[in-house]
């Protein structure tokens, strides 16, 4: 850690900044918080404008800033974590099919052109039509601690999907999944299927369509994609789940928090929904 203060009073998170480090440029500071150099109370922030209180502990962090061009939309990285903002249609990991058009060969890549014997592993996945927030980790023992504490570290898994006609908000909703062949998962009982935890609430909505935060407290697989159907109100473009036909999947994972178990930190890791969604949106009355 490079830098620590203690907020004198309450206000927004960059002109605290200016207060605190008055010895350093507000380019600088700007840098830091860009770049995810910004903890406050111990958890990473890049929301210039985010709310801070008296007593809050603010630290500037070393950065690991990348300085080679990519073609990546990356989002964070530090001796830890590769975060990036993968798009649609990208997978996150090779299939017998497909081997180099995947978000981890690309990463991989990347890493090693700028050091060949650096290394990078994967720490979950998103399916392949859904964009957003696609984290990396730099070290295998953080990758196992993480993966087999996965309930443990991992706070919040947030999602934000656009589907057809209006649902009910709803918190914790629970039902049981069960994988039927390599590509399908239907809704079954509890004696055959795994839980699955679902919270939803609707952020706007018209005749035809509804925009839905999702949160998930269970990782089953195609998890939102089955509920959502489930509850009849099916995902844009989800052609196998009974969306209607779109140019894409319009499911976004907006926002990760993490704890890393090595050093403590909790990171939040962010993704803007994209314009499609709201383009979507707008356009049907």
Not at 229 to 250: A, Q, T
Request: aromatic fraction near 8%; charged fraction near 30%; charge should be positive.
């Amino acid at each position: 850690m490079l830098m620590k203060g203690k907020v004198l009073e309450k206000g927004e998170l960059l002109e605290t900044l200016y207060v605190l480090f008055k010895d350093l440029s507000k380019k600088k500071i700007k840098n830091y918080l860009k770049d995810g150099g910004v903890l406050v109370n111990g958890k990473v922030v890049t929301k210039f404008n985010t709310p801070v209180k008296k007593n809050d502990i603010i630290e500037l962090s070393k950065i690991n800033k990348t300085h080679k061009k990519s073609n990546l939309d990356i989002i964070y990285e530090d001796e830890y974590f590769f975060v990036i903002n993968k798009p649609a249609g990208l997978l996150s990991i090779s299939t017998t099919k497909e081997k180099e058009k995947t978000a981890y060969h690309q990463v991989r890549e990347f890493i090693k052109s700028r050091k060949k014997n650096d290394k990078i592993f994967v720490l979950h996945r998103l399916d392949k039509d859904t964009s957003g927030v696609l984290v990396f980790v730099k070290d295998n023992t953080l990758k196992n601690l993480l993966q087999n504490n996965w309930d443990k570290y991992v706070k919040t898994r947030e999602y934000v999907a656009l589907v057809t006609g209006n649902i009910k908000d709803v918190d914790d909703y629970t039902c049981y999944l069960k994988e039927i062949g390599p590509d399908k998962v239907i809704v079954t009982n509890k004696k055959e299927g795994k839980i699955a935890v679902t919270s939803l609430k609707t952020i706007n909505k018209n005749n035809k369509y509804s925009l839905v935060k999702v949160n998930i407290k269970t990782g089953r697989r195609n998890q939102i994609r089955v509920v959502l159907n489930h509850l009849n109100s099916p995902i844009v473009g989800d052609k196998k789940y009974g969306g209607i036909k779109s140019n894409r999947l319009y499911l976004h994972a907006s926002k990760l928090t993490i704890t890393n178990p090595l050093n403590n930190k909790t990171y939040t890791f962010e993704s803007s929904v994209p314009t499609s969604f709201k383009k979507v949106f707008k356009n049907e009355k």
